[in-house]
């Protein structure tokens, strides 16, 4: 009978414990982000795993950091990722073009108003390059959110990244587009 005893003691301090160990988020919010970008384009590397670097930095707006769905504040993103190219055979030669990005990760964060705290999101990204007749390239990709500062300290989430990039040599300028849903 003791031992039936220890067992339920036992089992109800498990359930409580994992009840208390539990990550418990005060809301979910859906959110959306659209950006223009400027990308370096820097490499090769001697890495076979990431053969050439993309750094981002750009400028938006969100609802993200904002109490309302319909209300959008300006944003910045600071992001990094590696990008791999393939030979493109052309009437002038074969020029290299980038088809695909991953090992990525992205920053966006509020702007900073009156002394206030500023929030921010990071998030790992990967994705794929398709390069249209007229020239310009469509991105479609993934992020997941990993942690964030302020209210996100813990949160987490995920959603898709659609855009257009301009390419010029190792230079790119877009427009992104972010949706997703975070915990926090």
């Known amino acids: 009978m003791h031992s039936k005893n220890m067992q339920k003691t036992i089992s109800a301090l498990l359930v409580t414990c994992a009840f208390i160990a539990a990550p418990s988020f005060a809301a979910t919010k ?13 490499g090769p590397l001697p890495s076979p795993t990431c053969p050439f670097t993309g750094e981002s930095f750009g400028t938006g707006s969100s609802n993200l950091f904002s109490k309302s769905a319909n209300v959008f504040t300006k944003i910045a993103l600071k992001a990094k ?3 791999y190219l393939q030979p493109l055979s052309t009437p002038d030669g074969t020029i290299f073009i980038p088809t695909k990005f991953d090992q ?10 009156l002394g206030q705290a500023v929030d921010s999101i990071t998030a790992r990204h990967e994705g794929t ?24 300290a813990n949160a987490n989430g995920s959603g898709l990244l659609t855009g257009t990039e301009i390419i010029n040599g190792n230079m790119a300028t877009g427009n992104l587009k972010a949706v997703g849903r975070i915990n926090y």
């Open 104 to 113: 990525g990760e992205f920053t966006l964060t509020s702007e900073s108003t």
């Open 129 to 152: 390059l398709t390069l249209n007749q007229d020239g310009t390239f469509t991105l479609n990709g993934t992020f997941t959110v990993v942690s964030g500062t302020g209210k996100y």
């Open 81 to 83: 990722d590696c990008v």
């Open 30 to 42: 859906t959110f959306a982000a659209v950006i223009t970008t400027n990308e370096t384009l820097s």
